[in-house]
């Protein structure tokens, strides 16, 4: 699988080269700009872009509105955003129209290199992958009803499942059968008023529209 990074640290883009390359990724381009990113996708067309959010050279969002460029001329391209604090806006800028493909991370997860692979395949094989940080913060700021109806546990399961996790997953996480995360998602669907999907992009999707991520 062929990859992009754009990091204007070179330490980090270094270490995210070298992590890439041993699971197996060709890394096509590794750029410090958002230009420069833009350039190496045409010229390569990777299977998934690794980009800063702040970027030269204004280091402001040139990282997001790059990524976002690159899901609408090549909407295939998965791309996952690194960020050193949580800011919910260039997540719901980047979620705003499709879950598919898409993560959003603090840098603090890269040096946790098993945790980062994780999220790496799982952007690059079509998936979601939210940092946690950004899901608490979401769920904190929304604190209201009808996510009052939900119990502790319930809550436990939506933050896990707007991570962008499969059932087992969370299952694994939470120390319980995959039958208890089917039964405590169907509550949580019923609860905020959300019809039941299998399809774990779409159920993303239903989450992260309650939220209100996705306006």
């Known amino acids: 699988m062929r990859a992009v990074i754009a990091e204007d640290s070179v330490l980090l883009r270094v270490g995210i080269v070298k992590v890439l390359e041993s699971e197996g990724y060709e890394v096509a381009a590794a750029v410090g700009d958002a230009e420069t990113l833009l350039a190496a996708v045409e010229e390569h067309r990777p299977q998934i872009v690794v980009a800063d959010v702040r ?6 969002d040139e990282g997001v509105r790059a990524a976002l460029m690159i899901r609408r001329q090549w909407p295939d391209t998965a791309v996952l955003l690194l960020s050193q604090y949580v800011e919910e806006r260039y997540a719901a800028d980047l979620l705003a129209k499709n879950t598919s493909g898409v993560g959003y991370l603090l840098k603090q997860r890269v040096a946790n290199v098993d945790e980062f692979v994780e999220a790496l ?3 690059a094989a079509g998936g979601t992958a939210l940092d946690p940080e ?23 399961v939506l933050a896990l499942m707007a991570e962008g996790r499969s059932n087992t997953a969370i299952a694994d996480s939470l120390v319980v059968s995959d039958s208890a995360v089917a039964k405590h998602i169907n509550s949580i669907l019923t609860k905020l008023d959300l019809p039941p999907a299998e399809d774990t992009h779409r159920r993303v999707l239903a989450v992260l529209r309650f939220l209100e991520v996705s306006q």
């Open 55 to 60: 970027m030269p050279p204004g280091f402001a």
């Open 121 to 123: 395949q799982r952007v």
């Open 134 to 156: 950004v899901v608490a913060q979401l769920l904190l700021r929304r604190d209201r009803d009808p996510l009052h109806r939900l119990t502790p546990r319930e809550r436990d």
